[in-house]
Each structure stands twice: as structure tokens, then as C-alpha cells.
């Protein structure tokens, strides 16, 4: 890939960062070699997101010496985005009344 590969780690701000975030992180950043490692916030969970643990995010991927482009981009942001994707892809799509039963049955 020209420039580098590009990777990105994507934590939601509900809670505090455990160890499997940060190596998740620092596989990430390591795979990025010359390219970019993104930072992309999951903050759609309205009721769970809070600012705190967003802000320990960022506090603990920097004492991990791990460095991203700012601003971070935030999954909130895009929500036009998705919303255009899928008015695109509506005439495609089609209901499903399958309960998660009859999908585990057809497996």
C-alpha cells in the first residue's frame, strides 16, 4: 500500500482501558509501520460514553508513547454518513423476521 499501512484502534469511552485494549492498541500502532495508526472514538452508546473514560483513553495510550492524528474522529460524527450508506443500499435490502432462534436453527 502506498504510503504506509493505515490501522486504527476503536475504543468505546464506558469504561476504563484493561490490558487487552492496550495490546490491542500497541499490535495496532506496531502494524501501522511507516503509515498511520487512528484513534476512532465508539461513543454511540449514549447512556454508557462518558467524557472521563474518554479522557483516561487518551492519558493511557499516551503513557503507552503511542501517538494518532488529531482531532480523533468520533463514530457520533458520522452518523449522516451511515444514514446516506444505508438509504443507499435500502432498495437492496429486504426485513427479516427471523428471531435469533430460528438463525442459531439454521446453522
Known sequence: ?????VTR???SPTGLLHLGHAYAALVAASEADSGRFLLRIEDIDRDR?????EAAIYEDLAWLGLNWPRPVMRQSDRMAAYRAVLLHLAPY???????????RAAL
Do not use: K
Request: hydrophobic share 20%.
Open 1 to 5: 500500500m502506498a504510503g504506509g499501512t
Open 9 to 11: 484502534f476503536a475504543p
Open 49 to 53: 460514553c462518558r467524557p472521563e473514560y
Open 93 to 103: 435490502s429486504y426485513p427479516c423476521r427471523c428471531r435469533r432462534s430460528d438463525i
